[in-house]
């Protein structure tokens, strides 16, 4: 639990208070539906209660507890002669290894027919880097573990050969390493650092997409390592020839090596994951419960493990067992919330207003250029953001076919992959919507 109260403190407030405040506090656990947090010294408690305490029910209400309490206690424990106010304020060492994500390991990666191939390259990369396949491109969906798989290699090189150099850094970071390295004249500093490494972990390469100098930069670094027989592991939500705007010198390196995919895993890669992840948390939960949360989040492995977090959290926060009905009622705030979240005329107001149309020239017969296309993308966000079936979505709109909103969509989604100012319509509609 205080480690989702943690991530959620985390997104809400900056490093330094972060690293000042929370990082010392230990959970001492649930007694009687009330959270005990131990906190190094009186002072730090009260701190805490005066500027955080808000903060720490939310998150608290955000998995699922009816009445948020918390209590703090002040735990001397471990040395606290640490002055609290000395907190670090740089990012941590640059060690490499510390960029990998303990967790993410090959052990505490199920394997199922949606990533075997993925799983078998990573392992066959891991064994013998540079020899196997170089580069690795691993592509899939968003939450379907390509960084997991990317980090066990990390973790499994680290171990195996303990004097290779390995470099994870996801493609934002690569990119904005290189803005300030450019601006702050460290180019060669920055070129050593990249071209020096034995294992190269680059994480979502598609966003190099339309940055030039990044690609540029990047190609540079690919070639130094290739021709070094050193290995490089990409990964992407979508397949090279799919990332518009790429080089066509460094698409074709991207498919030098092998390219393997990771599709959405099937129920009982689900539920098996399910069991690892309470497993590793030391849980024992009901084989059914597992299932029925596996039943309900089916595309995304993140929110798959979300949602027993938030099954967790309910019951413990609420002193009950874990249960299916308590799952049930754990999760159907959260599925019942994205529901309410927008009604269909909520983005029927924001199209229209985003155009400059009215919302009855929207939902009317109107077949002029200039209404068409925002309608169809008034039938693609309804459903993108509702729960509205096409049917529905059809009627909503003056009754019209289901197959013909079916078709819309079709044609949004075609539009969004082409045409990036389609993308920042989208993006502009659903910033409107708030
Ligand atoms: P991606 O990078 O593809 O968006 P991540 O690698 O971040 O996805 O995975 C999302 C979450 O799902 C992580 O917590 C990861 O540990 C978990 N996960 C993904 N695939 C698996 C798997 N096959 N077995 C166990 N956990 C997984
Ligand atoms: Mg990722």
């Not at 903060?55 to 703090?72: K, N, S």
């Not at 920055?190 to 680059?202: G, T």
């Not at 076919?401 to 075609?414: G, M, R, S, W």
Request: no cysteine.
């Amino acid at each position: 639990i205080w480690q989702n109260v943690l991530d959620y403190v985390r997104q809400n407030i900056n490093d330094v208070e972060y690293h000042t405040w929370f990082e010392k506090i230990r959970p001492l656990g649930v007694h009687g539906g009330v959270l005990e947090l131990g906190v190094p010294t009186s002072f730090a408690g009260e701190w805490i209660k005066k500027h955080y305490a808000e903060l720490i029910q939310e998150a608290l209400t955000r998995l699922g507890a009816q009445t948020p309490r918390f209590e703090l206690k002040v735990v001397p424990g471990n040395p606290v002669q640490e002055d609290i106010f000395s907190a670090p304020v740089q990012a941590p060492a640059p060690d490499p290894r510390s960029r990998l994500n303990p967790k993410y390991t090959f052990e505490n990666f199920v394997v199922g027919q949606n990533n075997r191939l993925a799983h078998a390259a990573a392992m066959a990369v891991a064994e013998s880097p540079g020899k196997a396949y170089n580069p690795l491109f691993i592509y899939g969906g968003v939450g379907l573990g390509k960084t997991h798989l990317m980090h066990a290699v990390g973790h499994s090189v680290a171990a195996r050969f303990p004097s290779l150099r390995i470099e994870y850094v996801s493609t934002e970071t690569f990119t904005n390493e290189l803005i300030n390295a450019i601006r702050e004249d460290r180019m060669t500093e920055f070129r050593e650092r990249y071209r020096s490494v034995d294992l190269l972990l680059v994480d979502d390469i598609q966003f190099v997409a339309g940055k030039e100098r990044t690609q540029e930069e990047f190609f540079h670094t690919f070639n130094a390592l290739y021709e070094a027989h050193k290995q490089i592991i990409l990964s992407s939500d979508r397949p090279p020839k799919d990332i518009l705007t790429l080089e066509a010198r460094l698409r074709s390196r991207f498919e030098w090596g092998l390219i393997t995919d990771i599709q959405p895993p099937e129920l009982e890669t689900r539920i098996a994951i399910l069991k690892m992840n309470s497993e590793y948390r030391s849980m024992r939960i009901p084989e059914e419960v597992l299932e029925y949360i596996a039943r309900q989040v089916t595309s995304n492995i993140r929110e798959l493990e979300g949602a027993l977090m938030r099954v967790i959290a309910y019951a413990s926060l609420n002193g009950v067992e874990i249960t299916k009905n308590v799952a049930a009622r754990a999760l159907s705030d959260v599925f019942t919330a994205r529901e309410t979240d927008f009604s269909p005329d909520d983005i029927l107001r924001a199209v229209a207003d985003h155009y400059g149309l009215r919302t009855d020239e929207l939902k009317g017969a109107g077949r002029r250029k200039e209404v068409v296309i925002p309608r169809q993308i008034a039938m693609f966000l309804i459903r993108e953001l509702t729960q509205s079936s096409l049917p529905e979505i059809g009627q909503f709109f003056d009754g019209r076919d289901h197959t013909t909103v079916l078709y819309a969509i079709q044609k949004v989604q075609e539009l969004a992959d082409s045409d990036p100012s389609i993308q920042q319509t989208l993006r502009s509609i659903k910033e409107r919507l708030g």
